[in-house]
């Protein structure tokens, strides 16, 4: 299981990072800190086992980053869902 996870894990972070990275949108940005946070927990118990203080450490505070970003990504989605002012667009186009 271990052997498994060693491999599921940087994976799935490597593809948590180009989705969050890409920036193709709320909902992209916000599935890929929803696979990190799972991952960082996941990985956390994985490494209790081993008593690797280091990891643990270092993949809690990830969790409670990658939980921040989970948090806020419902307000960047409506900004983004939300339709612009088409005052505001006139204004920024003769600029």
Do not use: C, H, R
């Given at each position: 299981m271990e052997?498994?996870?060693?491999?599921?894990?940087?994976?799935?972070?490597?593809?948590?990072?180009?989705m969050t990275a890409a920036d193709l949108g709320a909902q992209v940005t916000g599935s890929g800190l929803v696979i990190f946070a799972f991952w960082s927990m996941a990985w956390s118990v994985i490494r209790l086992s081993?008593?690797?203080?280091?990891?643990?450490?270092?993949?809690?505070?990830?969790?409670?980053?990658?939980?921040?970003?989970v948090g806020r990504w419902p307000a960047k989605q409506r900004a983004y869902d939300r339709p612009a002012?088409?005052?505001?667009m006139i204004r920024s186009q003769r600029r």
């Open positions: 052997d498994l996870a060693s491999w599921m894990a940087p994976t799935a972070k490597m593809i948590a990072a180009t081993s008593g690797q203080i280091n990891l643990i450490v270092t993949n809690g505070f990830l969790l409670s980053v990658n939980l921040i970003g002012n088409p005052a505001e």
